[in-house]
């Protein structure tokens, strides 16, 4: 009797919880692990989050707020669906009772604040030894729960790694495509949250489509920029976890960020938000970490400097755009 996969999703978010479904409905017995007791019980018991109203968890779903019980009987998979600034402390605390040679599969979407460390770079510190791949690109929980079709990236650097990880999840309407450049997607999956707030604050500051159009454009060009310098090909940036991914989140009001960047766009300020609103969006985060690791780097990035200016420093807005508008003409 063939052994049935075993698949583990830290984090119980949206995402997390409709990586699940998809694992179990390829096959999988999925665990998810959430760090809150009473969340998970919850869940646990009543077979819905909070996240996904109106979407049921199959009963073969396992949820758990014990960390070592959810990765410790994986053997297929592990997949990081936690915000990005948890990354280091939940893998550390994992790392003593991951086994040996299970793919880490990373669906969180950041750079470390204070650091400047890609997630990929502190997973690697940590463990060493383990295969790891980058799922990233297009998608809303939301829609991949009622079966919509949604395309996203799977990149690894290990072909054989990457075919097995992608088998995991596919299904006719999640589809995995594969590539060899995990930086690439890490960057795009990333910045496109950054490009994403920085789109809503044109729309909501009533600047138009057109500043929409060319600031993408030019926010591509850094997503580009910064992949390079960590040694990415600038062609995969055209791809689902690039392109892709940016055209989701910088348009549609269902993208947290994108939401974030039009309130703020019309006069609201992050202290205004509410705190208990910006861990939901990464780009808060992203958008000071970039900035820390463009000047590390010696890279110029206006947009991303100008939404971390935005968000940190109570920057106009004007200001901003004027500074950008004011840049010396230079080559497309």
Known sequence: MMRRKSVTILGGGAWGSVLAMVAETVGSRPTIWMKDKSTAAQIQ???ESPRLPGIHLDEDIFITADLAVAVQDARDAIVLAIPAQSVREVVIAAAPHIPKGVPLVLA????????????????AEILPQSPLAVMSGPGFAAEVALGLPTAVT???RDGRIARRVAALFMLPHFRPYLSTDPVAAEIGGALKNVMAIASG????????????????TRGLAEMVRLGKAKGAK????????????LMLSATSEKSRNYALGLAIGR??????LGA????????????AAATLLAGT?????????????ILHLEANIEDCMAALLARPVGKE
Request: proline share 2%; aromatic share 2%; with cysteine.
């Open 267 to 272: 006069g609201a300020s992050i202290r205004q």
């Open 154 to 156: 799977l990149a690894c």
């Open 201 to 216: 604050i044109i729309i909501g500051h009533g600047l138009g489509e057109n500043a929409r159009s060319a600031l993408l």
């Open 297 to 309: 780097l010696n890279l110029d990035m206006p947009i991303t400097t100008a939404v971390d200016a």
């Open 45 to 47: 018991n009543s077979r």
């Open 108 to 123: 969180a979407k950041g750079i470390e604040n204070g650091t400047g460390r890609l997630l990929s770079e502190i997973i």
């Open 234 to 245: 600038a062609a995969s940036f055209a791809g689902l976890s690039g392109l892709g991914d």
């Open 276 to 287: 208990d609103q910006q861990p939901l969006a990464e780009g808060i985060h992203t958008a």
